[in-house]
């Protein structure tokens, strides 16, 4: 973490100097957020850390989520609250998904016995767990973001959303109406943006004119939280428990050591029937349990939390206002995410991990057009990447689904859930994604120079040791949510940054004419571009003070230098990241990462006619 940039301030350094805005409109906003979701919470948390955007969000409930709902927190979120800086109070509070259970009937006889216990997350998947924490405690950890922002960001709670319309206002062309309060007036607010992050019943998608399409597999579930005394063996891992002719549970341990989650399978609906025509109770819930679990006891203490729903895979075509027809000519305004655009199950914990990366994608896009520094053409690629990846879900999630539910007659059907999970363990975990090539993603005709940073994908970890200071660290780690793009380049063997080598070629490059064509004058050299270099020998043959002023540059309201962009291997606390990371090591390498982490480009060290086609072809000059 980096702070006394522009003079020595005391106090907690993750609290911004609050920015003042006395010359702005109340009801004039650049972008308005509807919902205070994970989704919503995302987007809001990024937005805050530009101080000159202004952000509203709002949401229908009276205050901030306490209990219940999501809780599955896949290794690709948590490497994000990396980025936004809370991945360790994260780590600390929830409960770690170590290893996974499988139970099914016993053969020939009465019963259950586990099948079989296994890794839940493979080895250099990601260097974050799969771990569990309420989505209330998830929502706290971004609301202290927003809190300490440039902006001192806060929701705006209890404000109904009865009106969206896009008007002919160039400067504000969304307008929004609120109920706040029975007898209050209609409260109208005017956006640039506005993004809908407000559930299934999405008004602000009804407002577009979409709806989800999909079908209901008509299966009622219910979810509860719950303190239990119980002699069933696997209780603090999670199993999954396929009974003979009861349904199936699936357990989910939660955070503090006590507290478990059951997912529990009932009866199916028929007709037209909703699961509230059935008037279930927690007892009902309980009771099903129980016989799910038997021969083993089950003694409910409390329940903390619970709700009843039925399974339903919907997704809409379009995420945003513009009708196909238009793209490309008309830009959006009104974009969904979340659950206003792709519903599921819960069983695969996918809902607000792929609701948080809906809008931790889209969040960079809107702010580089709001600041100038793209063209609007960009935010046509959030519908265009995030819509593929719900449809995606969309499948996959009909599959477990069906294979969780299935009344197995044999231990090879009880099987098939379990293949399916190891088979699938790298999407749950959502490292996975992969966008298409785009105006934000190459082809990856250079793939052979970095084999493991793949084109499309998240920028894979992995152990370094900072230059500077000798910290080892984890390269990742320095991709923070600031909407930069990150231009990292692995050096060709040899290569120690002196003049007549690549590395200080490149930095000549970047410097004198990438850096100036697109960066504000006034602005520090890596306020749009932040180049990082890693080299192959030793921290401690390296002379920091040889290097290029692009990877030592001077920064801020002194001139202060920034002493935290080389880095070298770790070989005492990992592998080498050449070998691990299958750069060449003879030619090296120059990753293009996204502002969300995402590798847009891998290209050779002189590239520079590439690089400069790259970025002409979205960007916009400095003025």
Same mark, same amino acid.
């Given at each position: 973490?980096?702070?006394?940039?522009?003079?020595?301030?005391?106090?907690?350094?993750?609290?911004?100097?609050?920015?003042?805005?006395?010359?702005?409109?109340?009801? %004039?906003?650049?972008?308005?957020?509807?919902?205070?979701?994970?989704?919503?919470?995302?987007?809001?948390?990024?937005?805050?850390?530009?101080?000159?955007?202004?952000?509203?969000?709002?949401?229908?409930?009276?205050?901030?989520? %306490?209990?219940?709902?999501?809780?599955?927190?896949?290794?690709?979120?948590?490497?994000?609250?990396?980025?936004?800086?809370?991945?360790?109070?994260?780590?600390?509070?929830?409960?770690?998904?170590?290893?996974?259970?499988?139970?099914?009937?016993?053969?020939?006889?009465?019963?259950?016995?586990?099948?079989?216990?296994?890794?839940?997350?493979?080895?250099?998947?990601?260097?974050?767990?799969?771990?569990?924490?309420?989505?209330?405690?998830?929502?706290?950890? =971004?609301?202290?973001?927003?809190?300490?922002?440039?902006?001192?960001?806060?929701?705006?709670?209890?404000?109904?959303?009865?009106?969206?319309?896009?008007?002919?206002?160039?400067?504000?062309?969304?307008?929004?109406?609120?109920?706040?309060?029975?007898?209050?007036?209609?409260? %109208?607010?005017?956006? $640039?943006?506005?993004?809908?992050?407000?559930?299934?019943?999405?008004?602000? $998608?009804?407002?577009?004119?979409?709806?989800?399409?999909?079908?209901?597999?008509?299966?009622?579930?219910?979810?509860?939280?719950?303190?239990?005394?119980?002699?069933?063996?696997?209780?603090?891992?999670?199993?999954?428990?396929?009974?003979?002719?009861?349904?199936?549970?699936?357990?989910?341990?939660?955070?503090?050591?006590?507290?478990?989650?059951? =997912?529990?399978?009932?009866?199916?609906?028929?007709?037209? %029937?909703?699961?509230?025509?059935r008037n279930l109770t927690c007892e009902m819930l309980i009771a099903k349990a129980q016989k799910i679990f038997a021969p083993y006891m089950l003694d409910v203490k409390e329940v903390a939390w619970w709700s009843a729903y039925e399974i339903g895979q919907r997704v809409c075509d379009v995420f945003d206002d513009v009708p196909p027809a238009q793209r490309g000519t008309k830009q959006p305004r009104i974009f969904i995410a979340g659950d206003a655009c792709h519903t599921h199950s819960p069983k695969a914990g996918q809902g607000m991990n792929v609701s948080m990366a809906d809008t931790f994608n889209l969040g960079w896009k809107l702010a580089a057009v709001l600041r100038g520094q793209a063209g609007p053409q960009v935010l046509d690629s959030y519908t265009a990447e995030r819509q593929a990846k719900a449809k995606e879900l969309i499948d996959f999630d009909k599959d477990m689904a069906r294979l969780f539910s299935a009344k197995t007659k044999t231990p090879a059907d009880a099987a098939q859930f379990q293949t399916y999970f190891k088979k699938h363990g790298r999407y749950t975990a959502g490292v996975e994604t992969r966008y298409a090539p785009s105006l934000l993603t190459d082809a990856g005709r250079y793939q052979r120079l970095a084999t493991g940073y793949q084109t499309g994908m998240r920028f894979h970890s992995a152990p370094v040791i900072r230059l500077g200071d000798a910290k080892p660290m984890h390269l990742g780690h320095m991709l923070k949510a600031d909407g930069r793009w990150r231009l990292v380049a692995f050096a060709p063997s040899g290569d120690v940054g002196q003049p007549e080598e690549r590395i200080a070629a490149l930095c000549g490059f970047l410097q004198n004419d990438l850096i100036p064509r697109f960066t504000d004058p006034a602005a520090d050299m890596d306020s749009v571009f932040d180049m990082r270099a890693v080299f192959q020998c030793s921290h401690r043959e390296m002379d920091i003070s040889a290097l290029p002023r692009a990877l030592v540059p001077r920064k801020g309201l002194y001139g202060l230098i920034d002493y935290e962009k080389a880095f070298c291997p770790d070989l005492k606390h990992g592998p080498d990241i050449f070998d691990h990371r299958g750069i060449d090591r003879a030619q090296g390498a120059l990753i293009l990462v996204r502002p969300d982490q995402y590798v847009a480009s891998v290209l050779p060290l002189d590239a520079f006619a590439q690089v400069e086609a790259f970025f002409d072809g979205f960007m916009l000059p400095s003025t």
């Open positions: 973490m980096q702070y006394h940039l522009d003079g020595f301030r005391a106090g907690d350094p993750s609290v911004a100097l609050a920015k003042t805005t006395s010359d702005a409109k109340p009801d %004039e906003v650049d972008v308005l957020i509807v919902g205070c979701g994970p989704a919503g919470l995302t987007l809001a948390a990024q937005l805050s850390a530009f101080g000159d955007i202004s952000t509203r969000v709002t949401d229908l409930k009276s205050g901030p989520l %306490e209990v219940g709902q999501a809780d599955g927190i896949a290794c690709r979120s948590v490497e994000m609250f990396e980025a936004f800086g809370f991945a360790e109070k994260v780590l600390k509070e929830s409960y770690w998904v170590n290893e996974v259970a499988f139970w099914r009937p016993v053969e020939g006889g009465a019963g259950l016995a586990r099948a079989d216990r296994i890794q839940d997350v493979e080895d250099d998947l990601s260097e974050m767990p799969h771990v569990i924490l309420s989505q209330a405690r998830v929502h706290d950890f =971004y609301l202290e973001v927003m809190r300490n922002s440039a902006r001192r960001l806060v929701p705006e709670y209890g404000h109904r959303l009865v009106d969206l319309k896009r008007t002919d206002d160039s400067d504000y062309p969304a307008l929004a109406t609120f109920e706040v309060g029975s007898q209050a007036p209609l409260k %109208e607010v005017r956006a $640039r943006y506005v993004v809908g992050c407000d559930g299934a019943r999405s008004t602000v $998608r009804r407002s577009i004119g979409h709806e989800l399409k999909g079908e209901a597999a008509r299966q009622l579930w219910g979810v509860m939280d719950v303190l239990v005394v119980t002699d069933f063996p696997d209780i603090r891992l999670k199993a999954a428990i396929q009974s003979g002719g009861d349904g199936s549970v699936l357990i989910i341990p939660r955070e503090g050591g006590y507290l478990v989650r059951m =997912y529990i399978e009932l009866d199916a609906l028929h007709g037209d %029937e909703r699961a509230a025509d």
